[in-house]
């Protein structure tokens, strides 16, 4: 390619993320420290750089954004209108709830446990909480990640979240993701989340994602856990069925600290989950598992990195996906194992079931090695329904349907037994059997 | 209980069964013996309502019922059991969770009342013991890691749980040693009663010194080439089937 044409292909992509962009200056006159507003204008930068992915980028090659480009979504900085009366009811009794709404903190609707601070985004960064800035600047290679540059070129709403060292949060937090939206206007939401955990704290988050509408959520979440923190953090991907999420989701772990991610993915259009878990010092556990349910055309995208600095880690990947009509399930999973990290043990597993001839499934697990000593493995598969099992249980009295979701239930089952909190477990099971039944 | 009448069947392009007629009435045991490749198979799975089957002629009464308008659930709830030749493994199911999920459907469908739990555990507690099977089996999926004769011995668990009122086995003696086959005949023998029949199939006669059958039928080239009583095995067990092959069959 001559440098011209380099050049003009350079020009046009440019032109093309503007649109992306348009409502960006906006923010310009909201009031925000000088740092924010050069993190913006960074995130703005590289944004205009590459624009939004197509299926020609490493990674993205099985998930095609250009349906977002026939749709003119709009970013907004008034307070969200919105009927309280159509929030859905907490996912379980036992819980305390922090609600979002369209990317905007709702303090009023929100309850907080001792031991945990919660502030808008904005607010934490007027009153400097101690880190903010360091964090959220060292956001890691934007260039490699387009709609965490997107997302960070709008960064203004969502939270900051506090776990006190050494507290141990009984109660289940439900952090609640609301989205709403129609398609003459379909808003752009941008929501920035910060989960800090200090030493020695432990922290159970049900994190649902749903709305309705058309929308697009583009968020990006990130996480500190201290020395010796748990947290399990069970997400429910249960957004609008016309809505498209990309949610990007960073976590650094120190010493002896343990991690349980779990994500249920039912809803969307199209749909990318990105996780990079970075196990940075010695002793630590880190295990994300999911489970897909596609239907229609859904595109869901899971795109897993678990990067091991420090020795005697562990890592854990176990995803299951159902299939059917004419959707797809993406899987791809990395494990990164640094010269430092000796004595790593990691895992990852991805198996689809396909309930038709038009549903498709794409696996790319990926090692990456450099320590001599470590212990990992992958496996990635796909198949159907087992007829002659099917016809074995039907054999014995139990219908077809029942048989089908037997199998199911049975297959999801292996990335499901990883949900350590029962009562969790209990609502995953309730909406895989809905999901079955529709 | 069971009529069938001039059955014919056709198996990946090819007639398998051509014309089949057997009657069976309650509290009989009916045996049917032929060679490898004959059709006995086909035949069972026939009855139980297996799919990949073209039925092209003929008709089977089950209980007064149009057996071959029902789906497979439908005929185990009207009381039709197969002990498969090959047992399915189903990984991932328990085989309590199976045996319970199954008794229930059953109940359910004959408007029962589903087994309380403690009701269901000493049932198969019961029957475990009869049989002479390891508990740890339970836990296991589905026939998964068990050996054959573990697998005969967890097809005729199912039966004596569900109770069926004909029983299909096909050739549930093949690998079994001399202590599984007595054990697997005494579980069919205890089931036995005046209102329950059964339809043996085997390769072999040995099965029959222990299962008294009142009819047997030699099953080749399609059909059923001879009826007798219980000598009729015996005669097969010295002469062997010469004289009954067909294409495609074997001693
Ligand atoms: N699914 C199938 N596809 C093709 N041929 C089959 C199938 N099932 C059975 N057959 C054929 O039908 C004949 C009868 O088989 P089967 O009923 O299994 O005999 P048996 O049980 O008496 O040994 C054999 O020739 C076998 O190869
Ligand atoms: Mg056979």
Same mark, same amino acid.
């Given at each position: 390619m001559s440098p011209t044409a380099n050049f003009m292909q350079k020009e046009q992509t440019v032109a093309a993320a503007l649109p992306w962009l348009a409502d960006a200056a906006l923010l310009e006159k909201q009031k925000s420290p000088p740092w924010l507003r050069a993190l913006r204008e960074t995130g703005a930068e590289q944004f205009a750089q590459t624009g939004l992915p197509t299926t020609a980028r490493e990674g993205w090659q099985h998930t095609n954004l250009r349906p977002l480009t026939s749709i003119k979504f709009h970013y907004s900085t008034e307070a969200v209108k919105f009927d309280a009366r159509k929030l859905p009811q907490k996912l379980l009794e036992q819980s305390d709830c922090i609600v979002l709404v369209n990317g905007q903190y709702q303090p009023h609707l929100s309850t907080i446990p001792d031991g945990i601070t919660v502030m808008s985004l904005m607010e934490a960064a007027e009153k400097k909480v101690e880190g903010l800035e360091e964090y959220i600047v060292s956001l890691g290679d934007l260039q490699e990640a387009p709609l965490k540059a997107l997302n960070t070129a709008y960064v203004r709403d969502g939270i900051v979240l506090k776990v006190q060292a050494g507290k141990e949060i009984r109660r289940p937090l439900e952090i609640l993701l609301y989205n709403t939206g129609n398609s003459s206007h379909a808003p752009a939401i941008y929501p920035r989340i910060l989960y800090c955990l200090g030493d020695n704290s432990t922290l159970t988050l049900l994190e649902r994602h749903t709305g309705e509408g058309v929308y697009l959520a583009n968020s990006y979440t990130g996480v500190v856990q201290e020395s010796s923190s748990c947290l399990k953090m069970y997400k429910f991907e249960e957004e609008s069925c016309a809505a498209y999420h990309f949610s990007f989701f960073s976590l650094q772990q120190h010493k002896d600290s343990i991690f349980e991610g779990f994500s249920c993915a039912t809803g969307g259009q199209v749909v990318r989950e990105e996780y990079q878990n970075q196990l940075i010092d010695s002793g630590i556990s880190s295990s994300l598992n999911g489970v897909y349910l596609l239907q229609g055309r859904q595109s869901h995208d899971f795109a897993v990195l678990m990067d091991h600095f420090g020795p005697d880690g562990k890592s854990a990947q176990h995803f299951r996906g159902v299939i059917d009509d004419q959707a797809r399930a993406i899987f791809q999973g990395k494990i990164h194992v640094r010269r430092s990290a000796q004595k790593t043990d990691g895992h990852q597993s991805g198996r689809a079931l396909l309930l038709s001839d038009q549903a498709e499934a794409d696996f790319k697990p990926e090692l990456e090695i450099y320590a001599d000593d470590v212990k990992c493995g992958h496996d990635a598969a796909s198949g159907h329904l087992d007829e002659a099992a099917l016809f074995y249980l039907q054999s014995r009295g139990i219908s077809k349907a029942e048989a089908r979701a037997l199998l199911i239930q049975s297959f999801l089952n292996a990335a499901l037994e990883h949900v350590t909190f029962a009562p969790v477990k209990k609502v995953y099971e309730e909406r895989i059997r809905l999901w079955l039944a529709r | 209980m069971l009529n069938i009448e001039n059955l014919h069947v056709t198996v990946a392009g090819r007639e398998v069964l051509k014309g089949i007629n057997l009657s069976i009435e309650a509290g009989k045991v009916?045996?049917?013996?032929?060679?490898?490749?004959?059709?006995?198979?086909?035949?069972?799975?026939?009855?139980?309502?297996?799919?990949?089957?073209?039925?092209?002629?003929?008709?089977?009464?089950?209980?007064?019922?149009?057996?071959?308008?029902?789906?497979?659930?439908?005929?185990?709830?009207?009381?039709?059991?197969?002990?498969?030749?090959?047992?399915?493994?189903?990984?991932? &199911?328990?085989?309590?969770?199976? +045996?319970?999920?199954? %008794?229930?459907?059953?109940?359910?469908?004959?408007?029962?009342?589903?087994?309380?739990?403690?009701?269901?555990?000493?049932?198969?507690?019961?029957?475990?013991?009869?049989?002479?099977?390891?508990?740890?089996?339970?836990?296991?999926?589905?026939?998964?890691?068990?050996?054959?004769?573990?697998?005969?011995?967890?097809?005729?668990?199912?039966?004596?749980?569900?109770?069926?009122?004909?029983?299909?086995?096909? *050739?549930?003696?093949?690998?079994?040693?001399?202590?599984?086959?007595?054990?697997?005949?005494?579980? &069919?023998?205890?089931?036995?009663?005046?209102?329950?029949?059964?339809?043996? %199939?085997?390769?072999?006669?040995?099965?029959?010194?222990? %299962?008294?059958?009142?009819?047997?039928?030699?099953?080749?080239?399609?059909? %059923?080439?001879?009826?007798?009583?219980?000598?009729?095995?015996?005669? +097969?067990? *010295?002469?062997?089937?010469?004289?009954?092959?067909?294409?495609?069959?074997?001693?």
């Open positions: - | 009916h045996a049917i013996m032929g060679p490898n490749g004959s059709g006995k198979s086909t035949l069972s799975y026939v009855l139980a309502g297996r799919e990949g089957y073209d039925i092209t002629g003929g008709k089977v009464a089950f209980m007064g019922q149009d057996l071959l308008q029902m789906a497979p659930e439908d005929r185990a709830s009207a009381g039709l059991f197969l002990a498969f030749q090959y047992p399915v493994e189903i990984p991932g &199911v328990s085989t309590t969770t199976f +045996l319970k999920t199954a %008794i229930n459907a059953l109940r359910k469908k004959r408007g029962e009342k589903e087994l309380e739990p403690v009701q269901f555990l000493k049932l198969q507690k019961e029957k475990l013991t009869q049989l002479g099977m390891d508990p740890e089996m339970l836990k296991r999926g589905v026939n998964v890691g068990f050996s054959g004769g573990e697998k005969k011995r967890n097809e005729v668990l199912q039966m004596a749980m569900l109770e069926p009122k004909l029983a299909i086995l096909d *050739e549930t003696d093949s690998g079994l040693d001399i202590d599984a086959l007595k054990t697997v005949a005494e579980g &069919v023998n205890n089931l036995r009663s005046p209102t329950r029949s059964f339809l043996i %199939i085997t390769h072999y006669q040995r099965l029959l010194n222990y %299962i008294k059958p009142d009819v047997v039928h030699v099953l080749a080239r399609g059909k %059923i080439q001879k009826t007798g009583g219980p000598e009729l095995a015996l005669l +097969l067990e *010295e002469q062997g089937y010469a004289g009954f092959y067909g294409d495609g069959e074997a001693a």
